[in-house]
Structures are given as C-alpha cells and as structure tokens.
C-alpha cells in the first residue's frame, strides 16, 4: 500500500484516559484538513497537549479512532508516522554536538548547502555564523552554550529539514529578547505555512496566523472558529 501521507487528520469518537487516571477526553470529534493550521488554547490542564501527543501516536486512544488520510493511522507503519511529522517542543531539546548536527538530525543526509539554506530561512544563520567555529560550533550539554531563544530557532531549522507534512509546535513561554522575539516569530509562520499544524499557543501573532483556533476546556472543544470569528 502507498503509505505518503497528505495530512488530512481525523478524530472520530476519540476517548482518552492515561493509566490511572480519569478520562481527559471524551467522545472527542475534529477534522483537520490538510495544510490548516490549528491553534489550540485553553487553560493548563485541559488537554491541549494529550490531543497533540495523540496525534504523534506518543499515546494512542482508549476508545475511537484517529484517521489520518482517511486511514486508521494504527494501520500506517510507526517509521512513516514518525518521519511525516515534526514537533518542536516547548524546552526544545539539543544534544551536544555541533550546530549542524543538530539541523541535520532533521534528515540524516542533509548536505551543508540545505543545511544552511534552513538555517537561513528560521533567521538563525546570522548568529551562528558569528560563534567562534560558525556551523561547527560545539552548543553544549543539552544546548547550554546556546540562548533559549537561539535553541529554539536551531529547533525550527531542524523541523524545515525534516519537511514534515504535519507539524506540532508546543509554543515556548519562556521571554527572550524582543528581537529574538522577533526572529522567532517570523521563524514560525514560515514553518508553518504549507503543512497541517497543532499549536498549542500563547503567542497572539501565532493566534491570529491560525486557519482555526480551537479553545478547549476539559478536554472538550468549546469554541472553534477563526481570529475574526471568535
Ligand atoms: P498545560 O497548559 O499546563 O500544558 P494541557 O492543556 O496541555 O496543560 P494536558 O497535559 O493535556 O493539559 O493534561 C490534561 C490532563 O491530563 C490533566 O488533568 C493532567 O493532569 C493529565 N495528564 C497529563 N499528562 C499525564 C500523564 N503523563 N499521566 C497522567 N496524567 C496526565
Ligand atoms: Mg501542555
């Protein structure tokens, strides 16, 4: 069977519930067509992440069914899963290396050329060609040598590498400077754009870029429209 994923996303009757715990969803419904991107708000606890980490398939539902392209996305190879989706997380995570290992764990054989052509396209090729050793410099245990702010635009460069068809972005609260601020959030529309996304997000500029956003509260949809809509 041909596996290529478009990224139309489907929730039908989807229940979930973590071990030991109570149900954090319940007979959830939601169609994600593909290329829309969905903002997801809601106050701390709601659910916003189990929804994304369901669509990851980090967790799969108690009940109900996920389809992807039309597909029970159980019945789609976990490898092609994984590799048609992109995540930036909240504390993005970095593992000691260099600059451009880090871009490159996007795809494995990404040549120097793309590499920097992503790097270019996030607004992160600026401050990495002023670090002492450019694209080979050393970011550290985790990063640490790095600014959050610049961890996150090396998780972005990573993420345009990878050219997933669906893409997950837990919005960071963290504060960086305003000009980062800045790059960051250029650096986001443009990931974006073109690829089914889940934001979980705290960014009013990210909000209103949104095709839809949804506010949940306990685990339930209680307002879906646009920015001009809500
Ligand atoms: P926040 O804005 O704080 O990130 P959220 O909307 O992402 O919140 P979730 O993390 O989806 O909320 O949590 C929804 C519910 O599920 C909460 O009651 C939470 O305590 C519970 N929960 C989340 N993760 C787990 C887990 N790994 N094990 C057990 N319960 C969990
Ligand atoms: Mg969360």
Do not use: C
């Not at 976990?78 to 590799?83: A, D, T």
């Not at 669906?166 to 250029?186: C, G, K, M, N, P």
């Amino acid at each position: 069977p041909d596996f290529s994923i478009k990224g139309e996303i489907v929730f039908k009757n989807v229940s979930f519930k973590y071990k030991n715990g109570d149900y954090v969803l319940q007979n959830f419904n939601l169609k994600v067509k593909k290329g829309e991107i969905i903002a997801l708000v809601g106050e701390t606890g709601s659910g916003k992440s189990t929804i994304v980490n369901l669509v990851s398939r980090f967790y799969e539902p108690t009940n109900g069914v996920i389809y992807i392209d039309g597909m029970d996305y159980r019945k789609i190879p976990l490898k092609k899963l994984r590799s048609s989706l992109g995540y930036v997380l909240q504390t993005p995570h970095l593992f000691s290396g260099t600059i451009s290992e880090n871009i490159r764990y996007g795809k494995l054989y990404a040549t120097m050329h793309e590499i920097i052509v992503a790097a270019k396209l996030v607004n992160a090729h600026d401050f990495i060609i002023n670090l002492e050793n450019e694209y080979d410099t050393d970011v550290g245990e985790g990063g640490s040598k790095l600014s959050t702010g610049q961890r996150q635009l090396i998780s972005l460069a990573r993420a345009v590498i990878a050219d997933p068809k669906i893409f997950i972005l837990d919005e960071a609260t963290s504060s960086v400077d305003a000009y980062t601020e800045h790059l960051i959030q250029d650096a986001i529309m443009k990931v974006l754009n073109g690829r089914t996304s889940f934001v979980i997000a705290h960014r009013l500029s990210t909000i209103r870029k949104a095709d839809r956003i949804l506010v949940i509260q306990n685990g339930k949809i209680i307002e879906d429209g646009s920015h001009n809509q809500l």
